[in-house]
Nanobody, 117 residues
Framework: QVQLVESGGGLVQAGGSLRLSCTAS????????MGWFRQAPGKEREFVAA????????RYADSVKDRFTISRDNAKNTVYLQMNSLKPEDTAVYYC??????????WGHGTQVTVSS
């Protein structure tokens, strides 16, 4: 089982930047595909970005492509989400997720990101 702890959320003005971090427990972090999802008030949770296990291959939602960058540091058991050119519509609770192969998805508790206009 993997435990995930997110940090780095906060309040930022439109056009600003934030970097989210997610640190995982366990010794096999590099074998997990890691992702970020978000959920805005009254909306369903949606995919934001992912980085595939054992690779640097990444995937992004169209809404964040060219603005957000996902990366990982396997030595620190940490995945990052660099968010630039933030927009009010990026306001949401951001969740870190981990998945080994096709197994269960583990979730963090989330971190709030608020972008003011």
């Amino acid at each position: 089982q993997v435990q995930l702890v997110e940090s780095g959320g906060g309040l930022v003005q439109a056009g600003g930047s934030l970097r989210l971090s997610c640190t995982a427990s366990g010794r096999t972090f590099s074998s997990y595909t890691m992702g970020w999802f978000r959920q805005a008030p009254g909306k369903e949770r949606e995919f934001v970005a992912a980085i595939v296990a054992w690779t640097t291959s990444t995937r992004y939602a169209d809404s964040v492509k060219d603005r957000f960058t996902i990366s990982r540091d396997n030595a620190k058991n940490t995945v990052y989400l660099q968010m630039n050119s933030l927009k009010p519509e990026d306001t949401a609770v951001y969740y870190c997720a981990a998945r080994y192969d096709r197994g269960a998805i583990y979730w963090g508790h989330g971190t709030q990101v608020t972008v003011s206009s």
